[in-house]
């Protein structure tokens, strides 16, 4: 019994290491020496040095990062850039007005002339990347605390910025890999004038909104469309009208063919943060303690907002934005503890640490040096733990509240004057006032004031005292925790901070007003107890545990890298570029149900409810419909909409090309399967799944729906099956 027992555990832990062909998010630049083999053997039919070459143009010359938060790809000669919708959803919402809705209705740039800048809007190419381990760690000790540790290393890379070659209109940063026990720096080129092309009407580009987000099947055409402008000789320049269409090293040709189960894909771009190789503890208090808290709090958070929404149309406007803000991690979360749970995560961690402590204790020098990791990690999250708790009720309650964040902004302008007399407040009242209008322009104080109500007194009512700052018991104890009168005495319409015109025009005129009323504001004095409080029970603490884990982790990570040979190891995620890679293919949720790997346009006309916020469906689409105008992008009488497949992907990676086995784009990647979004932290192979709209649907878009067909003939269009 036991030696079966054993056996299984053997099998099982085999499975887990041994499986995961599509686990992993690789560095480009050795995908040759980690990765090929296995890409040619899932089908890829190009070589590593087609997808990342520094000597000629490659695939990678292609990808650039939209905005330093998504990834696009460069689909033409002349500089077309395609990203997802809400990645380019800014810019739409920015130029938008009550006649000219670019939201509701879309917008298609007719010829170059009515392409519109975007001002802070940026792309950046990776021009190269390399180790600089050795440079960036030169001099560093074991003995160093994680402070000293620190300083030297950010001393050697500032050494590294000024004798690496790179051409005066390139940047480059350098990065740490495996929790700092590697380096790598990134050669750069940014592009500023990012100009909109066209966008469909959200009814399109985010059909299904938040009830859909997170979930197949899925019907979105999730994309939007730029061009890069440069200066006349090429190179990155400021917005000028003389600026001319950027000529890329390389545009990504595309596949009219579509995608077949089985079938090689890869996702080519920039996913921003996963934290995979964390100790169990640590992802059994995301499941158990982290993730259920945060939920819990957005849960209150969205339904005071929604209430609102749905009594007034003008809040309803407003709060919009925000809403989907917190609702998209809400909804990621909860698939994360679902997916975690269902699939043991913290099960299987404990496996694969007892296998590394075997191996480690079966070896004296490997017992003496690790023999102890395991243990002291155990015990730093053991303590982290109501800390860790702490500042999620803090960030989550402090950062939903406005009042708060309009006072923190209005106490730093304060601090300039203060610092740097009259000069210094002059200096910095643009920005501020460039902040308070946006946080106002989406703000109601109604709003708010309920969302002080309901959050602060699960703020209060939930945590342990030694969390709650002294002023903050008192005011519930003289009110008999009542936080509704509370909120009303704070929230006093007389105070000059909830009428936002006021604060701007005063900002301007005779500052000391505002900043004399922010004084005095309650919500503001109360903002700045908690804050020191916090910042004395719960930042110190949470830092040098934190301080400790991270050098603890650094350990783990070196170790499981010496230990587990037979394990092949990718770095998490940092926003740096990456290839993931998978194939098409459905999945099954849970018992008896199979989930198909792709969707048509049937279902969107399924999903269609008139007049509805998620569903509608715009009238041109309809028709095209039910004539079966699909132009060449149609297959079967059926025009295809999104597929799925086992790519390793996170946020950041919205907008990245789905490329096939030749390297052409077949889809943009936008989003991920509720029950896989654990990913982030372990994923599983059986339920892992990225969304990708099929670009034969944003074709069929642009050309039929917004007769923009002009762009498609920029393309390079291919048909790889018919070789
Ligand atoms: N879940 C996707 C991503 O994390 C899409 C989010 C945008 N769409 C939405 N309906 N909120 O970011
Ligand atoms: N929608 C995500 C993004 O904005 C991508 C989905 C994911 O997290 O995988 O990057």
Known sequence: ????????????????????????????????????????????????????????????????????????????????????????FDAVQNHSTLDHNYIRDGFWARNKAEEIPNPGLFVTFIVR??????????????????????????????????????????????????????????????YKDVRLVGAPPSSIGNFGKDTDNWMWPRHTGDFSMFRIYAGKDNKPADYSI????????????????????????MVFGFPGRTTQYLHSTAVEQIVKVNDPAKIAIRDKALSVIDGFMRR???????????????????????GEVLGLTSTNAV?????????????????????????????DLDAAYQELNKYGLARDYFNETLGRIEAFTIGARLNNLAMAKEKNGDKGYREAVPKTAIALGEIYKEYSPEVDK??????????????????????????????DYNFASIADEFYNNADLLNNPSKVLASLEANPDTVL?????????????????????TVTKKLNSIQARINQLQRTYMKAQMEVMKEKKFYPDANSTLRVTYGNVKGYQPR?????????????????????????????????????????????????????????????????????????????????????????????????????????????????????????????????????
């Not at 934005?321 to 998209?328: D, F, L, M, P, V």
């Not at 339920?687 to 034969?696: A, G, L, Q, T, W």
Request: hydrophobic share 40%; net charge neutral; aromatic share 12%.
């Open 1 to 88: 019994m036991k030696f079966i027992k054993r056996l299984l555990a053997a099998f099982f832990l085999f499975v887990v290491i041994a499986a995961r062909a599509d686990e992993g998010m690789w560095l480009p630049l050795f995908l040759q020496q980690l990765n090929e083999k296995q890409m040619r053997s899932m089908g890829m039919k190009i070589t590593a040095a087609d997808i990342y070459n520094i000597n000629k143009g490659s695939l990678k010359d292609a990808i650039v990062s939209f905005g330093g938060f998504c990834t696009g790809e460069v689909i033409s000669d002349k500089g077309l850039v395609l990203t997802n919708h809400h990645c380019g």
């Open 129 to 190: 990347i390399e180790e600089v381990t050795k440079a960036a760690l030169a001099g560093v000790s074991p003995s160093m605390t994680e402070q000293e540790r620190q300083s030297l290393i950010d001393k050697n890379i500032a050494g590294l910025r000024t004798t690496v070659k790179k051409e005066i209109y390139q940047d480059l940063f350098v990065r740490s890999f495996f929790e700092g026990n590697q380096y790598f720096l990134f050669v750069t080129e940014t």
């Open 242 to 265: 003389e600026n001319v269409p950027y000529t890329p090293k390389r545009s990504l040709s595309i596949s009219l063919d579509g995608m077949k189960e089985g079938d090689f894909t």
């Open 312 to 334: 007034d149309e003008q809040v309803k406007i407003q709060y919009a934005a925000k809403y989907a803000g917190i609702s998209n991690a809400w909804k990621k979360w909860q």
């Open 347 to 375: 099960e299987k961690k404990k496996l694969y640490e007892a296998a590394f402590q075997k191996k480690v204790d079966a070896n004296p020098q490997l017992k003496e040096q690790y023999g102890a990791l395991l243990a």
């Open 450 to 479: 309920k969302l002080f109500e309901v959050l602060m007194e699960k703020f209060t009512r939930d945590q342990p005292a030694e969390f709650l700052a002294p002023e903050l018991v008192t005011l519930a104890k003289n009110s």
């Open 516 to 536: 004399a009323a922010n004084k005095q504001s309650k919500t503001n004095q109360l903002y700045i107890q908690l804050n020191n409080y916090y910042y004395n």
């Open 591 to 723: 018992d008896a149900v199979k989930y198909d790997f792709y969707t048509y346009l049937d279902g969107v006309m399924d999903k269609y409810k008139p007049g509805d916020y998620e569903f509608d469906v715009p009238q041109k689409l309809r028709d095209l419909y039910k004539n079966k105008d699909f132009g060449p992008y149609g297959k079967n009488g059926k025009m295809p909409v999104c597929f799925i497949a086992m790519n390793h992907t996170t946020g950041g990676n919205s907008g990245s090309p789905a490329l096939d086995a030749y390297g052409n784009l077949v889809g943009l990647n936008f989003d991920r399967v509720w029950e896989g979004t654990m990913s982030d932290i372990n994923y599983d192979p059986s339920i892992c799944r990225n969304i990708m709209v099929d670009i034969r649907y944003v074709l069929f878009i642009i050309d039929k729906y917004a007769s923009a067909g002009h762009l498609v003939q920029e393309m390079k269009l291919v048909h790889p099956g018919k070789k």
